[in-house]
Nanobody, 119 residues
Framework: QVQLVESGGGLVQAGGSLRLSCAASGRIFSTYRMGWFRQAPGKEREFVAAILWSLGFITYADSVKGRFTISRDNAKNTIYLQMNSLKPEDTAVYYC????????????WGQGTQVTVSS
């Protein structure tokens, strides 16, 4: 089975920082991208950041560019999301995700970790 174990969420004041981690394991036959989505209360899930697995190409949502950094540690099968200059609007449940297809299929999701930013 595929398992995505997330950690690092919590409560932080505006302007502060958090670092999320996601360790991947299990029988994953294809990984085209790995990254993060988030969902705020009453809103749709939205894309945050992702890495093209083969080449390391990175994309970010406009709302987090310059503040968030996605990275990976291949030896640990882990990706990270360093979140700086956090804003109240960043409050959401953050999900680690794997895109399994060249046609785009975010097929594997972690359990989610809560990030709350107070003003």
């Amino acid at each position: 089975q595929v398992q995505l174990v997330e950690s690092g969420g919590g409560l932080v004041q505006a302007g502060g920082s958090l670092r999320l981690s996601c360790a991947a394991s299990g029988r994953i036959f294809s990984t085209y991208r790995m990254g993060w989505f988030r969902q705020a209360p009453g809103k749709e899930r939205e894309f945050v950041a992702a890495i093209l697995w083969s080449l390391g190409f990175i994309t970010y949502a406009d709302s987090v560019k310059g503040r968030f950094t996605i990275s990976r540690d291949n030896a640990k099968n882990t990706i990270y999301l360093q979140m700086n200059s956090l804003k109240p609007e960043d409050t959401a449940v953050y999900y680690c995700v794997i895109d399994t297809s060249a046609y785009t299929n975010w097929g594997y999701w972690g359990q989610g970790t809560q990030v709350t930013v107070s003003s």
